[in-house]
């Protein structure tokens, strides 16, 4: 009886022994399955940072744009471990979704053509190359889906996917992917994807919230190189401004000429980097002198550009001509076919002579100049009929703009400027006006050219109450000494 109570405790053992193996072992099986999985998890959030280290880099280097694309696609795959990757951005010119870099092993998330089909049968890397230059409409297929939806999705089987249009090719079939939008704030930027055949990668819940991460911050990413490069492009901008600003200051007058029987000064304001404003003087054969001030339609570097061109012509023709309506006659020709048609000059040209009172007056739809008499403390309106250069090319310009010869005795100041002055407006609204100009040149006209310009510039500050003018200034005095 002891012997059986005896037999029957170490069978219960052993099975009790047998248990417990069974337990540990199962314990320890499982024990060995989270230790892997937190392996992964370590692997796939030390690859995530890596490539978010890489991105964060790349955001403020002045890489091109290319650099980027293949950086997101090419760490989205390590991140996921997936076999192929595809970026898909919005471009706003054509309203598309661009390919902005497939990877080498991307299965086709769009709709494969009967053309490109068949094109595959004779050169199978042609699918590769047709899916790296086909843009998709932001509102149609799989990526437009996305795009327009606004979630991201885990793919199954990209094959049995009806968004492909119910026609699959060999290398969509048994494909599982990830895709989701690339958005910042309310800006929608685009679609990123990967994708791995079934039989070699299994997307869990993890790498999906993973994912999902990856593409905030991959947009988080993009919106920022674009306003770094903007920024850059931006400053790169200005500093071209300011350089052609400096070139056109150097082709400005840099001192007041010496003409014998004158007093003579300019002034020139820009109300931006760069003005359409000009002036200039010329000293010509047979003891003669030039003054041309001049007002291109527009502002900013067309407009700038449209002065050069102006100056350079005046200094040509200037000396070749008889009159100063030929001059004017000679610049409209060359001119006015190369503008567009909404651009025009308007300009004036008083042509000296020195230790002479002959002045000739050309207004080619300029501003009137003003004429103020010492004798008789009054002034004179010199209007000669003009058309702007560059709105007709030649008939009519020389038909209706005419020159007008008048003197200038001892003492009189004559005043040309642009309608930046009479235009200014102070923050009432109120523009300076002619009357007021008129005014102010009678004001400072017995105290010489310089005292003119500065005058009525001190003038214009003092009634633009700090506000900036929103056209440029410019002026030319011109007094005739004994």
Same mark, same amino acid.
């Given at each position: 009886?002891?012997?059986?109570?005896?037999v029957?405790?170490?069978?219960?053992?052993? #099975?009790?022994?047998?248990?417990?193996?069974?337990? &540990?072992?199962?314990?320890?099986?499982?024990?060995?399955?989270?230790r892997?999985e937190?392996?992964?998890?370590?692997?796939?959030?030390r690859?995530?940072?890596?490539?978010?280290?890489?991105?964060?880099?790349?955001i403020w280097?002045?890489?091109?744009?290319?650099s980027?694309h293949?950086?997101? &696609?090419?760490g989205?795959?390590?991140?996921?471990?997936?076999t192929?990757?595809?970026?898909?951005?919005?471009?706003?010119?054509?309203?598309q979704?661009v390919?902005r870099?497939?990877?080498?092993?991307?299965?086709?998330?769009?709709?494969?053509?009967?053309?490109?089909r068949?094109?595959?049968?004779?050169?199978?890397?042609?699918?590769?190359?047709?899916?790296?230059m086909?843009?998709?409409s932001p509102?149609?297929g799989?990526?437009? #889906?996305?795009?327009?939806?606004?979630?991201?999705?885990?793919?199954?089987?990209?094959?049995?996917?009806?968004?492909?249009?119910g026609?699959?090719?060999?290398?969509?079939?048994? &494909?599982?992917?990830m895709?989701?939008p690339?958005?910042?704030?309310?800006?929608?930027?685009g679609?990123?994807? @990967?994708?791995?055949?079934?039989?070699?990668?299994k997307?869990?819940?993890?790498?999906?919230?993973?994912?999902?991460?990856?593409?905030e911050?991959?947009?988080?990413?993009?919106?920022?190189?674009v306003s770094?490069?903007?920024?850059?492009?931006?400053?790169?901008?200005?500093?071209?401004?300011?350089?052609?600003?400096q070139?056109?200051?150097l082709?400005q007058?840099?001192?007041?000429?010496?003409?014998?029987?004158?007093?003579?000064?300019?002034k020139?304001?820009?109300?931006?980097?760069?003005?359409?404003?000009?002036?200039?003087?010329?000293?010509?054969?047979?003891?003669?002198?030039?003054?041309?001030?001049?007002d291109?339609?527009?502002?900013?570097?067309g407009?700038?550009?449209?002065?050069?061109?102006?100056?350079?012509l005046?200094?040509?023709?200037a000396?070749l001509?008889?009159?100063?309506?030929e001059?004017?006659?000679? &610049?409209?020709?060359q001119?006015?076919?190369?503008?567009?048609?909404?651009?025009?000059?308007?300009?004036?040209?008083?042509?000296?002579?020195?230790?002479?009172?002959?002045?000739?007056? @050309?207004?080619a739809?300029?501003?009137?100049?003003?004429l103020?008499?010492?004798?008789?403390d009054?002034?004179?309106?010199?209007?000669?009929?003009?058309?702007?250069?560059?709105?007709?090319?030649?008939?009519?310009?020389?038909?209706?703009?005419?020159?007008?010869?008048?003197?200038m005795?001892?003492?009189?100041?004559?005043?040309?400027?642009?309608d930046?002055?009479?235009?200014?407006?102070?923050?009432?609204? @109120?523009?300076?006006?002619?009357e007021?100009?008129?005014?102010?040149f009678?004001?400072?006209?017995?105290?010489?050219?310089?005292? @003119?310009?500065?005058?009525?510039?001190?003038?214009?500050?003092?009634?633009?109450?700090?506000?900036?003018?929103?056209?440029?200034?410019?002026?030319?005095?011109?007094?005739?000494?004994?």
């Amino acid at each position: 009886m002891t012997t059986f109570f005896v037999v029957l405790l170490v069978l219960l053992l052993s #099975a009790a022994l047998v248990k417990l193996g069974l337990v &540990v072992r199962r314990q320890s099986a499982e024990l060995k399955h989270l230790r892997e999985e937190e392996a992964a998890i370590v692997a796939e959030e030390r690859r995530m940072f890596d490539f978010l280290h890489d991105l964060g880099e790349a955001i403020w280097r002045d890489d091109q744009q290319a650099s980027m694309h293949r950086l997101i &696609v090419e760490g989205a795959l390590g991140v996921t471990q997936s076999t192929g990757g595809t970026l898909y951005l919005y471009d706003e010119a054509t309203r598309q979704l661009v390919p902005r870099h497939v990877s080498d092993f991307c299965a086709p998330l769009i709709f494969v053509p009967e053309a490109l089909r068949e094109q595959m049968k004779e050169n199978p890397a042609s699918l590769l190359s047709s899916l790296r230059m086909f843009a998709v409409s932001p509102d149609h297929g799989l990526p437009g #889906a996305i795009f327009a939806g606004q979630q991201t999705e885990m793919l199954a089987d990209l094959g049995t996917d009806p968004r492909l249009g119910g026609s699959t090719v060999p290398e969509q079939e048994n &494909v599982t992917g990830m895709i989701g939008p690339l958005s910042f704030g309310s800006r929608r930027l685009g679609v990123l994807a @990967v994708t791995s055949p079934k039989g070699g990668r299994k997307y869990n819940a993890n790498d999906f919230e993973v994912f999902k991460s990856l593409i905030e911050q991959c947009a988080f990413a993009l919106a920022n190189a674009v306003s770094h490069q903007e920024a850059t492009q931006s400053r790169m901008d200005q500093q071209e401004l300011q350089n052609a600003s400096q070139i056109q200051q150097l082709l400005q007058p840099d001192h007041d000429p010496v003409v014998p029987g004158f007093v003579v000064a300019g002034k020139n304001i820009p109300a931006r980097t760069l003005s359409g404003d000009y002036f200039d003087f010329l000293h010509l054969p047979d003891g003669k002198f030039g003054s041309v001030i001049a007002d291109v339609s527009g502002k900013g570097l067309g407009a700038a550009l449209i002065a050069v061109m102006c100056r350079a012509l005046m200094r040509s023709r200037a000396a070749l001509s008889r009159t100063p309506a030929e001059t004017l006659a000679a &610049v409209n020709r060359q001119i006015a076919p190369d503008i567009r048609e909404d651009m025009f000059i308007t300009m004036s040209y008083v042509l000296a002579e020195e230790n002479s009172p002959k002045m000739t007056l @050309v207004r080619a739809g300029h501003n009137a100049a003003l004429l103020w008499r010492k004798a008789t403390d009054t002034i004179d309106i010199l209007h000669p009929p003009g058309l702007g250069i560059g709105i007709d090319k030649g008939n009519v310009f020389e038909r209706v703009t005419k020159q007008l010869d008048f003197e200038m005795l001892p003492g009189d100041c004559l005043l040309l400027y642009t309608d930046g002055v009479n235009e200014a407006m102070n923050p009432d609204e @109120v523009e300076f006006g002619e009357e007021r100009v008129q005014e102010k040149f009678a004001k400072y006209a017995d105290q010489g050219p310089k005292a @003119v310009i500065g005058g009525i510039i001190t003038e214009l500050e003092h009634f633009l109450q700090g506000r900036r003018s929103h056209d440029d200034i410019t002026l030319i005095a011109i007094q005739k000494t004994p």
